[in-house]
């Protein structure tokens, strides 16, 4: 799978070093961090941890872990790609506020959004800070954001404010699946769905969320909710097993009937080793016909 064009200028603040031995080394913006990537089991090509101008560490113990700071840096920042800037800021589970090999699907999305040439209405699940959502809105679509935790929802609008969209988006702080067994109730219809469910979840009143039971019965309620006039259904996936055919043929299954065409992909990232892409994961877009 091709990456999308002009990767280097369009992520020009966001760069991979080096990979290997488990972990990869970032630019974001003039930050470095080291995290882990448990994809990235080759040997790296020199000691990532002793890099010149590295600013942060995450060392993972235990099921969790912790960031080393090494240079002084500002507790967050923020990149850009296009017209949309995201808050970067170190967190728990290795985490950034971003995921940076989105951008294929938000390049995707952009446009087949602009080439319908009509109000498209999205559904984003699991849409944690925003980047799809952005994407989609930059793009004129009306955006409903959802997702479980609150600070991630909230972190979601100020990405949307650092990027002047004002308007367009309705966000909302819930279990996806209750979420859409409500919209179904209540007769809402969207035009396209995209979703980027973790492997285990918990929604805010601690529902349980697991990709391997869950995720069937989420698409083919969520296939409820299309529109008569439906454009696309997105499905991205982290779970490590879960190949793109998999995502592939759930949305084959879950959409039969309607004629579409389904592409499946692994999702990788460039690194600046040339030779090496990192594997991020894997996502399948159905479009309408
Ligand atoms: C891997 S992130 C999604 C990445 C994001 N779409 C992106 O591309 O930047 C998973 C998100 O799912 C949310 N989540 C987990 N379980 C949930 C549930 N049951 N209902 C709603 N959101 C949930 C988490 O709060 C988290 O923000």
């Known amino acids: ?69 090494y240079l002084p840096m500002p507790p967050q920042w923020t990149v850009s790609w296009r017209s949309l800037n995201f808050i970067i800021k170190p967190m728990g589970f290795k985490h950034t506020g971003l995921f940076p090999e989105q951008a294929l699907n938000w390049d995707k999305v952009i446009t087949l959004i602009k080439g319908a040439d009509r109000k498209i209405s999205v559904l984003n699940l699991f849409a944690y800070t925003g980047g799809a959502t952005l994407a989609c809105a930059s793009a004129g679509a009306q ?32 279990d996806c699946f209750k979420f859409v067994q409500r919209e179904i109730k209540r007769g809402k219809k969207y035009d396209a769905v995209i979703m980027d469910p973790p492997s285990y979840g918990r929604g805010p009143s601690g529902e349980t969320w697991k990709i391997e039971s869950g995720l069937y019965p989420l698409v083919s309620s969520a296939a409820k909710l299309l529109s008569d006039k439906p454009l696309f259904f997105l499905i991205n996936s982290y779970t490590t097993g879960l190949q793109p055919t998999v995502i592939k043929n759930i ?35 159905y479009i309408f016909k």
């Open 143 to 174: 955006v409903c954001h959802v997702d479980a935790a609150k600070a991630m929802v909230e972190r979601a609008g100020e990405n949307a404010r650092l990027s002047n969209i004002d308007s367009g988006i309705r966000y909302i702080i819930d």
């Open 251 to 285: 949305l084959n299954t879950a959409l039969k009937g309607y004629g579409g065409t389904c592409d499946a992909y692994e999702v990788t990232l460039p690194t600046m080793e040339k030779t090496l892409q990192l594997p991020c994961g894997a996502s399948a877009l």
């Open 1 to 69: 799978m091709a990456l999308f064009m002009n990767y280097n200028e369009e992520w020009s603040d966001y760069k991979i070093i080096a990979s290997g031995g488990g972990e990869k080394l970032e630019l974001w913006k003039d930050i470095i961090l080291l995290r882990p990537d448990p994809q990235a089991i080759w040997p790296a090509a020199f000691n990532l941890s002793s890099y010149k101008g590295l600013h942060a560490r995450y060392i993972k113990s235990g099921g969790g872990g912790n960031w080393e700071y």
